[in-house]
């Protein structure tokens, strides 16, 4: 049995992709903050699905949480043969309505942390010629919009980048970008979602099955749905300092409340 490991595995597309991975028959290390939900998840994906379920608690805005996951990932004799980069969150407000602290946590979530836990994990994989790495970004990185969007597009750039660099080495590295989805994302960061038309919502399951199915494909990028590739393409024919105005324009109406 191959093993999975997840950070932000407790709720949303993390949550997600632990239920689908267990299902299919894959043991797990699930990686959060919260001992206790963790634990709760772990017990009953066991109980569901009989695979083994292992708990590391961590905060990855740390180094000491970062350090903690990057220990586990290099352990050679329990390798981890697919690694999810899904820890993240948002902060309410345009640029400069959110501290500068936030922002950089922000930064250390999404960037820092994802660099060192995909090192960590495909100097290992590279090894044994085998492995792979989804990192969860946003269709925000397509479009000039605030820190969240900058942080995902640079996981995005990363993630491609590096997808090339190893090619032919057995190791597969992709970026999920889905769009809105229902998860306590939005909730945690305050942000109100009744202007979001229902159009928009993505089902978490579904971004995840067809995520996977993309890494199997051998893909480095997967927007997972065609609604979302449909926007995108059209928005590559906008001019930048358009899609700027648009993308803010929108912000202010489907985003933080």
């Given amino acids: 049995m191959t093993t999975a490991l997840i950070t932000g595995s407790t709720s949303g597309i993390g949550a997600a992709f632990a239920r689908r991975l267990a299902a299919d028959g894959h043991n797990l290390v699930l990686v959060a903050r919260d001992t206790k939900r963790l ?3 772990a017990t009953e ?3 569901r699905h009989g695979i083994e379920a292992e708990v590391l608690s961590a905060d990855l805005s740390t180094d000491d949480g970062i350090e903690a996951v990057e220990r586990r990932l290099a352990d050679r004799k329990h390798a981890v043969d697919l690694l999810v980069n899904n820890a993240g969150f948002g902060n309410k407000g345009r640029y400069l309505d959110a501290p500068l602290a936030d922002e950089l946590t922000m930064l250390k979530v999404h960037c820092e942390a994802v ?3 995909t090192t960590a994990a495909v100097g290992a994989m590279r090894e044994r010629g085998r492995g792979g790495v989804v990192n969860v970004a946003s269709v925000a990185a397509f479009v000039p919009r605030g820190t969240y969007g900058a942080s995902k597009a640079w996981v995005v750039q990363f993630t491609q980048g590096v997808a090339k660099d190893l090619t032919g080495s057995g190791v597969r590295l992709m970026a999920l970008c889905p769009g809105f989805v229902r998860t306590e994302f939005h909730q945690r960061a305050g942000m109100g979602t009744d202007s979001i038309p229902n159009w928009m919502w993505l089902d ?3 971004v995840v099955a067809e995520g996977l ?3 199997a494909r051998g893909k480095s990028l997967s927007i ?3 609604r979302y590739k449909a926007l995108l393409g059209a928005a590559k024919l906008v001019p930048r300092p ?3 105005t648009i993308s803010s324009k929108t912000g202010r109406k489907y985003g933080p409340r």
């Fill in 204 to 206: 978490a399951d579904k």
């Fill in 45 to 47: 994906l066991h109980d």
């Fill in 39 to 41: 634990r709760d998840q």
């Fill in 224 to 226: 997972p749905d065609p």
């Fill in 242 to 244: 358009l899609l700027g």
């Fill in 115 to 117: 660099l060192r836990l």
């Fill in 213 to 215: 199915n993309d890494l």
